[in-house]
């Protein structure tokens, strides 16, 4: 059986239920004052125009829903359709179109679009530990893969015969835990690249990279940089390479051109947060479908998306 065939997705008190289950463990919490002791849920009716999952706080006095304090605050469709869109884009290996979410869900194509976007903020990852760590081995360094790519064009800029006109991403990605980070560019300088890796990998790390000039000075202030010749044909030495995240940037990309097709770098980290959290919570490292939508669902408290943000440059 399906999973799209379970009662949340149908049913929008059934919705409602299962959001309140998952974001409220402990029972219902005010958005507004944080209370939990005095909460009482309001009975739908439609006579009375009363919402659906509608509840009252009485410390605050004030009526909140689930969805309020969330990126699905002020939607204007069902919740269980938005957890359609949830389980959908969480189960596709390279996404799904918000063309493809217009036909399924039977929506307006600006609907799904924003939804999508919606759903892409509460998979953005906040502020996380450095990469490069060892589990139950304090001070020891494991190893970290860091390259660049490009995609696209870069607004405004001309076609020319090397990359300078395309987006820039930079990518690492943690082979002891399997998990890449990635963060859109504005120009591969040493200057500009040293910052990100200093930030997101811990000293005591080992560094691979190929043997581009912009990790040169940045390698040499981890306890080691090793590196792949490519353009002598060398992809691989030992335990030396760059080939997981190469790995990653081969699904980034057929996803970007055979889903997505176009993206505007105002939308590009967004995209990345997507492809991102669906590698760090693949099948390989224990995680399934209907977790990996729980933990997106569980992403979308505190977090805020109108459609001017979405819209605009980030």
Known sequence: MSVLSQPQFHCEEAAFDWLEKTLWPQGPVCPHCGGMGRIGK???????????????????????????????????MPLHKMLQAVHLMCSSKKGISAHQLHRVLEVQYK???????????????????????????PGAGG???ADETFIGREPGKPKKRAFH?????????????????????????????????????????TLHTDESAIYT????????HQVTTHS???YVRGIVHT?????????????????????GKQHLHRYLAEFDFRHNNRV??????????????NGIVGKRLTYRQSSNAA
């Open 165 to 205: 006109h395309k987006m820039k991403v930079v990518s690492l990605v943690d082979r002891d835990s399997g998990k890449v980070r990635s963060v859109v560019v504005d120009d591969l300088k040493p200057e500009t690249i040293r910052p990100i890796i200093e930030e997101n990998i811990i000293k005591e790390a």
């Open 284 to 297: 390989k490292l224990g995680v399934s479908d209907v977790a990996r939508m729980e933990r997106t669902v």
């Open 217 to 224: 000075k940045i390698g040499a202030t981890f306890a080691d």
């Open 143 to 145: 190893i970290v893969e």
């Open 111 to 137: 609907t799904a679009w924003f939804l999508a976007h919606r759903i892409r903020e509460a998979m953005r990852e906040g502020a996380l530990a450095p990469f490069g760590g060892v589990d139950g081995m």
């Open 42 to 76: 309001i009975k739908a009716n439609k006579e009375a125009r009363v919402r659906m999952g509608l509840h009252k706080c009485g410390d605050c006095k004030k009526q909140f829903t689930v969805k309020v304090g969330t990126v699905f605050e002020h939607a204007r």
């Open 232 to 234: 002598a044909k060398e």
């Open 243 to 263: 080939n997981t995240v190469e790995g990653y940037f081969s699904v980034f990309k057929r996803g970007m051109k055979g889903i997505y097709q176009h993206c």
